[in-house]
């Protein structure tokens, strides 16, 4: 009997690949401000919240905002997106991801998506995958950015399974310490130098399948 009874995905650079959107208006708001920045910045803002970024950005600027001017600022950014984000296709979905969540549903897991991003029920629809996802927690749902554990927390809570018995699927050191710190297994995706915190670590979605599911829930104590 496999003990996990839900599996809860991030979204960017799990689900699909936002992340060269995300570079190109930030990348823009920058510019506009009279500075550079360059893809190691955008690596350093991973699984941050757009707020939180902005702070680091303008750091690394060397400026400093109102908070009103920071709203504004933040605001620009995300019109930028989701300009970018409206234009993508099904063929955005990063490889094995479709199949490995139908498959858990397929067995009878249920499944969520736990992200910071506020644009994420648009990206859901855009590449035609709202359907596989008992539940969406997103920033709209939550207001405490990861590692805190709210977002899992919350994902748990709304399908109706205990912490202990969830599996999250997480590419961001943050979003793993997320996922410890609200008592459950995490999958890395990614690299297993940098994922340590990680049970199991694989390059993508596409190197899962259901006996490393059944593998992993044998860690439940």
């Known amino acids: 009997m496999n003990l996990i009874q839900a599996c809860i995905f991030d979204l960017d650079g799990v689900i699909v690949d936002t992340a060269v959107y995300h570079y190109q208006a930030w990348k823009r708001l920058a510019?506009?401000?009279g500075f550079d920045f360059t893809e190691e910045d955008n690596e350093k803002l991973k699984g941050v919240s757009r707020m939180a970024s902005l702070d680091l950005i303008l750091q690394w600027g060397g400026l400093t905002k109102t908070h009103a001017e920071k709203e504004v600022l933040a605001t620009l950014k995300n019109t930028w997106y989701v300009d970018m984000?409206?234009?993508?296709?099904?063929?955005?979905?990063?490889?094995?991801?479709?199949?490995?969540?139908?498959?858990?549903?397929a067995s009878?897991?249920?499944?969520?998506?736990?992200?910071?991003?506020?644009?994420?029920?648009t990206i859901l629809a855009k590449v035609g995958i709202s359907h596989?996802?008992?539940?969406?927690?997103?920033?709209?749902?939550?207001?405490?950015?990861?590692p805190d554990p709210e977002v899992f927390l919350k994902g748990a809570e709304e399908l109706h399974i205990a912490?202990?018995?969830?599996?999250?699927?997480?590419?961001?050191?943050?979003?793993?310490?997320?996922?410890?710190n609200a008592g459950m297994l995490a999958v890395g995706i990614g690299s297993p130098k940098t994922l340590i915190q990680a049970d199991l670590v694989v390059s993508g979605l596409d190197q899962m399948d259901s006996k490393k599911l059944i593998d992993l829930g044998l860690l439940i104590q």
């Open 31 to 33: 510019n506009e401000l």
């Open 85 to 105: 984000i409206a234009k993508m296709t099904p063929a955005e979905v990063l490889p094995g991801a479709r199949e490995f969540v139908e498959s858990c549903k």
């Open 108 to 121: 009878g897991i249920k499944t969520a998506l736990g992200s910071a991003s506020k644009n994420s029920e």
């Open 132 to 146: 596989l996802f008992d539940v969406v927690i997103d920033g709209n749902k939550v207001s405490k950015p990861k």
């Open 163 to 180: 912490a202990r018995n969830c599996v999250v699927f997480e590419d961001a050191i943050a979003g793993l310490e997320a996922a410890k």
